[in-house]
T-cell receptor, first 114, second 114 residues
């Protein structure tokens, strides 16, 4: 069975400070992990993905995430927040060999203070 | 390149009415899927298709039908709308069915059932 937990429903940071969005997962199989971003009234856009290569994954817009198997975590970070980063972020776990075993986290809303 | 296109963007229905949500992709992707997004619950898989002529149920299929007569189109039908189906619906596609493939999302259809 798979599950994913986004530990914070809302994160607020000041512009120019680091961002940390936390995601823990559980999976009976070697998972693929993704982070997506959703801006208001838009669909989800891929930020980055982990599929068993390097454990530190770099994505678009300066975001990166580290896969830590021992901690079953896949936290998303960015060194310096920008106003345009304000959005909803989703952590997703899927089973690599399955077409339907894909679980979305409940989302973390990121707010940026000027 | 339009990507994944969903129509309509907004719709209001009365209980018991039927309607079809349209989804088209121009990336020649084999895999297409439908999700619903409800507050605080992330996205949940309704139905999916691994190729033309092949469809299967996801996590929450009751009350919905799909068909896949072409690679490009994957309509979602609500047979008899109920207030519990008020949600935002997203269509997504990806190159293949493997769980390690990222998905491309449409901008969603916001559906209200009165």
């Amino acid at each position: 069975a798979q599950s994913v937990t986004q530990l914070d429903s809302h994160v607020s940071v000041s512009e120019g400070t680091p961002v940390l969005l936390r995601c823990n997962y559980s999976s009976s199989y070697s998972p693929s992990l993704f982070w997506y971003v959703q801006h208001p009234n838009k669909g989800l856009q891929l930020l980055l993905k982990y599929t068993s290569a390097a454990t530190l994954v770099k994505g678009i817009n300066g975001f990166e995430a580290e896969f830590k198997k021992s901690e079953t975590s896949f936290h998303l970070t960015k060194p310096s927040a920008h106003m345009s980063d304000a959005a909803e972020y989703f952590c997703v776990v899927s089973e690599r060999s399955s077409a339907s075993k894909i679980i979305f986290g409940s989302g973390t809303r990121l707010s940026i203070r000027p | 390149n339009a990507g994944v296109t969903q129509t309509p963007k907004f719709q209001v229905l009365k209980t018991g009415q039927s309607m079809t949500l349209q989804c088209a992709q121009d990336m020649n992707h084999e895999y297409m899927s439908w999700y619903r997004q409800d507050p605080g619950m992330g996205l949940r898989l309704i139905h999916y298709s691994v190729g033309a002529g092949i469809t299967d149920q996801g996590e929450v299929p009751n009350g919905y039908n799909v068909s896949r007569s072409t690679t490009e189109d994957f309509p979602l039908r609500l047979l008899s709308a109920a207030p519990s189906q008020t949600s935002v619906y997203f269509c997504a596609s990806k190159n293949s069915a493997g769980g390690d493939q990222p998905q491309h999302f449409g901008d969603g259809t916001r559906l209200s059932i009165l």
